[in-house]
């Protein structure tokens, strides 16, 4: 398992220190703890001056993957404006991706996707949080009159659909 080097890992709660890591190859680390997913930048690996992570807890985190062949690391935020995390791996990235689909997957109640005629996707989440289940609902696109309805009726389903009123 790759974990945290020593100076980066004392930016995390002491119980969370040993939680796998994975170590992109322009410098990034990125940790997947119970309590977020800290992401580190270039500057921190230098080790001169205390680490102050960027901490973003699960229910922000769409979905994440490794390709073997290119070695290459993507992450999806839940909002589609946000720029997603992407580069080459350094190391064995296998107990990382593993404990990123626990937590993700635990964050995620219910999901539903529904295309506009205009080739927008929406998506509709029910997600669980430190204060409970929430939605949260997405489009990758412009909505128009049709396509606004149609993402109000998608969120009003799923939240039906687990007993959000």
């Excluded at 073997?68 to 997603?84: K, S």
């Excluded at 990123?100 to 205009?118: F, G, L, R």
């Excluded at 996707?121 to 430190?130: F, K, L, N």
Aim: charged share 20%; proline share 7%; glycine share 10%.
């Amino acid at each position: 398992m790759t974990t945290l080097p020593k100076f980066l890992a004392s930016a995390l709660p002491s119980r969370e220190r040993r939680c796998p890591s994975l170590e992109l190859q322009d410098g990034r680390w990125l940790a997947a703890a119970k309590s977020g997913l800290y992401i580190f930048g270039t500057q921190a690996s230098s080790g001169d001056e205390t680490p102050t992570p960027e901490i973003f807890p699960w229910y922000d985190v769409a979905r994440a993957r490794w390709e073997a062949e290119g070695e290459l690391f993507a992450l999806e935020w839940v909002d589609p404006a946000r720029t997603p995390l992407a580069g080459r791996t350094a190391g064995d990235p296998s107990d990382f991706m593993r404990q990123t689909s626990e937590y993700v997957n635990h964050s995620i109640v219910m999901h539903a996707q529904t295309e506009t005629d205009a080739g927008t996707t929406i998506t509709a989440w029910v997600r669980r949080g430190p204060d409970g289940l929430f939605s949260v609902l997405t489009a990758d696109g412009p909505l128009g009159g049709t396509g606004q309805r149609a993402a109000n009726a998608l969120e009003t389903s799923v939240r039906e659909a687990v007993g959000l009123d």
